[in-house]
């Protein structure tokens, strides 16, 4: 039974470019939540997908962008990248969005560099 | 600077007992978020609150964001094992043109059977 899995695992970029990483949930679940985490920050939420709509979203702008798909697989999209957008995102996915809030199982992540 | 508090820093409650943490903030929050860590993993986002007064609940999970939008606590009815780990809250840092979060200190909760 795979687990969360993410790709790419590494990405460098320069400012201004567009980025997009991918998540494949663990297998039955259907809800994705993307985070980012900063070095030496703990994750910070961006949002969260259920049935292919954004159910929640954290304090990042427009800049930062997702979509879901039938398989529930999911994707974040960052526009116009910033030297401040490199950090380690995460995808976590979970079965349901509300029931049991805290299980969440991680992806292993992938690191994005921005020069 | 800008600072977010949380009380207690530790708390061990008996299973069924009902627990609170509290959060404040030395400045005002556009909105307040809460996480839960539990031992060995990473913090898991629970809910995000936006409106002075706000109340949402989640199962035994009650949130409220205080007036001012200074505060907010997380209210556990009948803790129960799964309950385990620590509480964090975070709101968005006033640092100027940033969308960082500023974590609270934390509480670790441990529900004994």
């Known amino acids: 039974d795979a687990g969360v899995t993410q790709s790419p695992t590494h990405l460098i970029k320069t400012r201004g470019q567009q980025v997009t990483l991918r998540c494949s949930p663990k297998?039955?679940?259907?809800?994705v939540s993307w985070y980012q985490q900063a070095l030496g920050q703990g994750p910070q939420f961006i949002f969260q997908?259920?049935?292919?709509?954004?159910?929640q979203r954290g304090n990042f702008p427009d800049r930062f962008s997702g979509h879901q798909f039938p398989n529930y697989s999911s994707e974040l999209n960052v526009n116009a990248l910033l030297l401040g957008d490199s950090a380690l995102y995460l995808c976590?996915?979970?079965?349901?969005?509300?029931?049991?809030?805290?299980?969440?199982?991680f992806g292993p992540g992938t690191r994005l560099t921005v020069t | 600077g800008q600072q977010v508090m949380q009380i207690p820093q530790y708390q061990h409650v008996q299973e069924g007992e009902d627990f609170t943490t509290y959060c404040n903030s030395s400045?005002?929050?556009?909105?307040i978020q809460w996480y839960k860590q539990r031992p060995g993993g990473h913090p898991v986002f629970l809910i995000q609150?936006?409106?002075?007064?706000e109340v949402k609940k989640q199962k035994r999970l009650t949130f409220q964001f205080g007036e001012a939008k200074k505060n907010s606590s997380l209210h556990i009815t009948a803790t129960q094992t799964t309950d385990v780990g620590t509480y964090f809250c975070?709101?968005?840092?006033?640092?100027?043109?940033?969308?960082?979060?500023?974590f609270g200190t934390g509480t670790r909760l441990q529900v004994f059977p």
């Open positions: 975070a709101g968005p840092t006033t640092i100027y043109n940033t969308d960082k979060l500023i």
């Open positions: 400045t005002t929050l556009s909105n």
């Open positions: 997908y259920y049935e292919e709509e954004e159910r």
């Open positions: 976590a996915s979970s079965l349901t969005a509300w029931e049991d809030g805290d299980e969440q199982y």
């Open positions: 609150l936006v409106k002075s007064g």
């Open positions: 297998s039955g679940h259907d809800t």
